[in-house]
């Protein structure tokens, strides 16, 4: 699936809407419900492993969201998912299918929005959909799509002059015009403006409710909390945390505020878990996940900030910077993947 507008296979032909009477093809597991599964991926470059022993689970009628910095291996993983990349170790299914040597059978059930899109360039936005939905035996209604994203304003405009935000939306509008079983997002909403960006949201849930297993690729954080069933984070080619976005938030936590503060790296942070527990607020729990970078998670109230100045006062310790909030998924991905620029 080289791009999200040619899901025809290698020969040209017009794929059928799903490939029931192909011997090869698959079906999504009734059991697990696992749309995609990659289990033990590696995949090299000049020597190196990108990705090294990867194991993440996609479900049908879920959105599972796969996080990352950049250079962690999220983007080759999901290009091995798509059939874009061959594997190195491991495997890859997807409907029950390898998306390489399956290609052709899964191609007519897989929808791929990328990044740049793939789009021709010197075609109008109305076309391209157009030719796209007409690949398959039973396309979404063109119009009631390009309403849903606001394509009717552009749709006489060459691609080549359309705004970043206008590619995402006609890119994505190719990638489910099909109604395909799985879809792969790369940055939905990149370069949308707020409208703009509900209306990607509001269209990815209705294909979670349809039964559509999304699998999403983002740097906003808060479109992950907002949208994921399930989040995966990768970092350095490996799988480091996965779970629903209250278990990542931590079941223990999620209904209490947490305190962040910034100061000289170092403080003891069990001595400043012990003045807040001697005020009579805890139980707290303080860490310090980067150094100087310092969380206080417990229920956290007006008086659990004069204490925690009080201390730092005692100490002669500044605070560069102090917020009260609830964890967010951001928070957690820091606490991840670090804080330091790749």
Excluded at 48 to 55: C, E, H, M, N, S
Excluded at 66 to 79: I, M, R, S
Excluded at 283 to 310: D, F, I, K, M, N
Aim: charged share 25%; proline share 6%.
């Amino acid at each position: 699936m080289p791009t999200s507008i040619a899901p025809s296979g290698a020969d040209g032909a017009t794929p059928s809407a799903h490939s029931a009477e192909d011997p090869r093809a698959g079906s999504v597991d009734p059991a697990a419900g696992a749309a995609v599964r990659v289990r033990g991926l590696v995949k090299r470059y000049d020597g190196r492993d990108v990705v090294a022993g990867l194991d993440l689970v996609a479900d049908a009628g879920a959105v599972t969201a796969v996080l990352g910095p950049n250079g962690a291996g999220k983007t080759t993983t999901v290009e091995c998912c798509e059939g874009l990349r061959s594997p190195d170790g491991g495997t890859v299914r997807v409907l029950g299918l390898d998306p390489v040597a399956d290609a052709r059978a899964l191609r007519p059930r897989v929808g791929v929005m990328l990044q740049d899109g793939g789009l021709p360039t010197g075609a109008r936005a109305g076309e391209v959909l157009r030719h796209v939905a007409s690949m398959y035996a039973a396309p979404r209604d063109l119009g009631e799509l390009g309403e849903r994203l606001g394509l009717g304003s552009f749709a006489r405009t060459t691609v080549r002059r359309l705004s970043g935000g206008q590619r995402q939306r006609l890119s994505l509008a190719a990638a489910v015009v099909g109604r395909p079983e799985v879809v792969f997002l790369d940055e939905p909403s990149a370069g949308m403006d707020p409208q703009s960006r509900h209306a990607v949201w509001d269209l990815v849930r209705e294909l979670r409710d349809e039964g559509t297993a999304v699998v999403l690729t983002t740097h906003l954080m808060d479109e992950a909390e907002d949208l994921a069933d399930r989040v995966h984070v990768v970092d350095h080619g490996r799988l480091i945390a996965s779970g629903s976005v209250p278990e990542l938030l931590s079941p223990d936590a999620q209904d209490d505020r947490t305190l962040r503060f910034d100061a000289a790296a170092g403080l003891d942070p069990a001595a400043v878990a012990a003045a807040l527990d001697a005020a009579g607020e805890g139980p707290w729990v303080v860490t310090e996940p980067q150094p100087g970078s310092y969380v206080v998670a417990g229920p956290a109230g007006p008086r659990t900030l004069a204490v925690l100045t009080a201390w730092l006062a005692d100490h002669d310790v500044l605070a560069s910077r102090l917020t009260v909030g609830r964890r967010t998924l951001e928070d957690v991905f820091l606490d991840l993947t670090g804080r330091h620029l790749r």
